[in-house]
C-alpha cells in the first residue's frame, strides 16, 4: 500500500480546530441518488432507504448548523447516462449540499464529470475498483485492498484454491478488479491456465453454461474458487443454477463481493450455506453500535428488513459530513471537504473509520460465510485497513498516490514528483 507518512497522523486532529463562521442557509438540502427501479434497485432501494432514515434521526437531533434536513430524492432508474442527468438536476435544480449515491462504477462514472463541473460533493457507498480519486468524492466503500485481496489471500491460504474463475458484471468495476486480481495472482505464481474470466450483461439469467464451464475447470482435480464481481439481480439467477447443479461450497466456494444480506433476502439460501462474502460490515457483527442501529432500522422498515455493508457506508460518511459541516460552520462544498480530513466516526463492527487525506477510509475487512436464515458467519476479520486509490498490482498505478490535503492531487507520481493530470482509466 502507498502512503505518504502524513497522510494519516497529521490529519487527525484536523476535525477539532476552530472554523469561521459562514451565512447557512436552510434547510440543508441533501442528494439521494439511487436507482428505485430498474436491475439495480434490488440494492439501490435500501440505500435510498437508509438516507431518509438518517436524515430524520438527525433532524430529530436538531438538523445541522440550526437548520433541518431535507432530503431530495431522485431515480436514475439503473440509467447509467441519466445518473449524469439527475446528478445535474440536483446540483442545478434543486441546489442540494450534498450528494449521497450511486452503486455501480459506471454509474458513478457518468456522475463525475457532473459533479467536477458544477463543485458537488458525492459520498459513494459501495465497493469499488479504486483507480480513481476526485477531490469531489469520498470513497466510503472498499477499494481493493480492503476486500478483494484479502478474499483472495483467504482462498489461497486458508481454502487451498489453486484455479480462480472471475466471474463479473460487463462493466468498469468487474473488469478493473479483475485486471487487478489476475496481476495480483500472477504475482503469487498462478498461471494463467488457472484463471478463467468471463463477464455477462447486467441481469443476466442463464447461467448453465458458465457454472459448467467453471467445474470443467476442476477437471485436473485442483480446487476451484469462483471470485464473484456479479451486480445486481443477476446473482439470482446464478446462485440459482449453481444450486441446481448441485454445487456446494465444499466442491467450488463462492466468495462475493457485490452480495449481502440484502440480496440475500431474496434468495432461497438453503443450498448457498458455506459460500462467501467479502464486505468491511455484516449485520451479524456484534458491537453496541450495531446493535442500536439494527433496532432503528428494523423499527422503522418492519422485522423482515436486512442492513448490509454499503448502508454503514452511508452511516459512516453521513455523519462523517454532518460532523465536517459542524466543524467548518458551513455546508459549503470547499469548507466541509477540508473539514473531512481526518474525521473519525465508529463504525459498527467495534472500530473507528478514519478519513484519508485519499478521500478514502480506514476501515476492517470481515469474510463471512452464508448461513441458511441469509445472514452470515463473520469467520475472519482484520484491524483497519487504510483504504489505497491506486493499486500496487497495476503498474501505471504502482508510482502514484492520491493526497487532496498537503498535495491537492489525487495522482501524484512518487517517482517524478508530479501531479499527474490524466490516466487512461480514470
Excluded at 127 to 138: H, P, W
Excluded at 343 to 354: I, R, Y
Aim: glycine content about 8%.
Amino acid at each position: 500500500m502507498k502512503f505518504l507518512d502524513f497522510t494519516l497522523a497529521g490529519t487527525i486532529a484536523f476535525a477539532g480546530l476552530a472554523a469561521p463562521a459562514f451565512a447557512v442557509d436552510c434547510p440543508i438540502k441533501v442528494g439521494v441518488l439511487h436507482s428505485l427501479s430498474g436491475t439495480m434497485a434490488i440494492s439501490e432501494t435500501t440505500l435510498k432507504d437508509t438516507m431518509v432514515m438518517l436524515i430524520e434521526q438527525q433532524n430529530a437531533k436538531g438538523g445541522v448548523l440550526g437548520c433541518e434536513l431535507e432530503a431530495v430524492v431522485v431515480d436514475p432508474a439503473s440509467d447509467w447516462p441519466l445518473f449524469a442527468e439527475k446528478a445535474r438536476e440536483l446540483l442545478s435544480v434543486h441546489d442540494v449540499d450534498v450528494i449521497f449515491g450511486n452503486w455501480t462504477s459506471v454509474s458513478r462514472k457518468s456522475v463525475l464529470p457532473v459533479i467536477e463541473e458544477l463543485n458537488g460533493l458525492l459520498f459513494y457507498p459501495v465497493q469499488y475498483e479504486g483507480e480513481e480519486s476526485s477531490k469531489n468524492v469520498f470513497y466510503t466503500g472498499a477499494a481493493p485492498n480492503q476486500q478483494a485481496i484479502p478474499a483472495t489471500d483467504y482462498f489461497i491460504d486458508e481454502l487451498g484454491v489453486e484455479k480462480f474463475a472471475l466471474l463479473g458484471t460487463d462493466y468498469v468495476y468487474p473488469r478493473t478488479t479483475n485486471n487487478i486480481l489476475a496481476s495480483y495472482l500472477k504475482s503469487k505464481g498462478v498461471s494463467d491456465d488457472d484463471i478463467f474470466v468471463n463477464y455477462t450483461p447486467f441481469g443476466h439469467s442463464d447461467w448453465s453454461k458458465i457454472v459448467a464451464d467453471v467445474v470443467a475447470l476442476g477437471a485436473d482435480g485442483k480446487k476451484v474458487g469462483v471470485i464473484s464481481t456479479i451486480n445486481g439481480d443477476a446473482n439470482i439467477g446464478f446462485y440459482k443454477e449453481l444450486a441446481a447443479a448441485g454445487i456446494s461450497a465444499d466442491d467450488i466456494p463462492v466468495v462475493a463481493f457485490s452480495v449481502g444480506e440484502e440480496e440475500l433476502s431474496g434468495l432461497d439460501t438453503s443450498n448457498l450455506v458455506g459460500h462467501l462474502a467479502a464486505w468491511n460490515y455484516f449485520q451479524s457483527a456484534e458491537s453496541e453500535a450495531n446493535t442500536a442501529f439494527i433496532k432503528a432500522w428494523k423499527t422503522k422498515m418492519g422485522e423482515d428488513r436486512v442492513t448490509n455493508d454499503p448502508m454503514e457506508a452511508h452511516y459512516i460518511g453521513f455523519n462523517m459530513w454532518v460532523n465536517a459541516a459542524t466543524a467548518a460552520g458551513s455546508a459549503d462544498v470547499d469548507a466541509v471537504r477540508t473539514a473531512m480530513y481526518g474525521q473519525e466516526f465508529p463504525n459498527l463492527t467495534g472500530g473507528t473509520a478514519v478519513m484519508l487525506a485519499n478521500h478514502h477510509l480506514a476501515k476492517p475487512v470481515l469474510i463471512g460465510e452464508i448461513q441458511a436464515d441469509g445472514q452470515f458467519d463473520i469467520i475472519s476479520q482484520t484491524t483497519e485497513v487504510p483504504g489505497d486509490a491506486w493499486t500496487d498490482f497495476l503498474p501505471e498505478s504502482a508510482v502514484l498516490v492520491s493526497d487532496w490535503k498537503d498535495l491537492g492531487c489525487g495522482m501524484y507520481n512518487t517517482e517524478t514528483k508530479t501531479c499527474v493530470q490524466t490516466l487512461s482509466n480514470y
